[in-house]
Structure formats: C-alpha cells, structure tokens
C-alpha cells in the first residue's frame, strides 16, 4: 500500500516515514508540506491513504480532504493534528476523513491509529 505524508512540519514528515521506513506493507511514496502540494502529488501518485495535518499554510487540511475525496474516495485519511477540539475532528471526518489522531503522539499510537483507518 502507498503511503502520503502531508504536515508542513518537517520534523513530524521525518517522524512518520521513519516510523514505515521498514514496514514492507506500506511504502511512503510523497511527503507534502501543504493542501496545494499535497493535491499535485495525490493525483500523480495516488496514495492508498495519508496522514494529514489540519493547520498549513495555503490550502489547509480541510480544504485537502475535500479536494482528495473527489479525486478518489477510496483514499483513507488519517489526520494527525494539535487541534483537538471535536468540531474540527467531526469536520474532517464529515468531509471523509477516517480517523483522528492528536498531536503529541507515540510510534505506537501512530500505527494503531493508522491500522485502524486501513481497517475501515
């Protein structure tokens, strides 16, 4: 399975691919820093799900997943967010994304949460 890594947080695009840098079920195939990168490379390379932050600057996390899910809505989405409030993680889910994880988070929490929206 194809993996995008969307955060425009160098340090938690780094985080997450090092986490499937050895995980031979899933291949990271884009890293993205924003919604307008992010869309290109979905399109170019698409990914079986992403990891998305909500907070980027130009197009937002938001903005991305309702662009994603009309390109391919079998996309899963899994966004990884400091924002914790359920109004924004009951958005994103509505617009179609799978799942919601807060950021700070462990490796373990990490693919746990990832599983979970590969399982849907």
């Known amino acids: 399975m194809k993996l995008m890594i969307v955060d ?10 090092r986490v499937y840098q050895n995980d031979s079920s899933l291949e990271v195939v884009a890293t993205a820093s924003n919604g307008r ?4 490379k ?8 992403i990891t998305m932050d909500l907070t980027m600057p130009g197009m937002d996390g938001l903005q991305c997943i309702k662009h ?21 993680g ?11 994880l807060c950021k700070p988070f ?13 399982e849907s």
């Open 8 to 17: 425009d947080s160098n340090i938690i695009r780094s985080r997450i691919e």
């Open 37 to 40: 990168d992010a869309l290109q």
């Open 90 to 100: 009951l958005e994103a889910i509505e617009y179609g994304a799978r799942g919601f």
């Open 42 to 49: 979905a399109t170019h390379f698409l990914p079986d799900v």
């Open 106 to 118: 462990t490796d373990e929490e990490l693919v746990d949460a990832l599983n979970k929206v590969l």
């Open 68 to 88: 994603v899910e009309k390109l391919d809505k079998e996309i899963k989405i899994l966004v990884i967010s400091a924002l914790s409030d359920i109004t924004t």
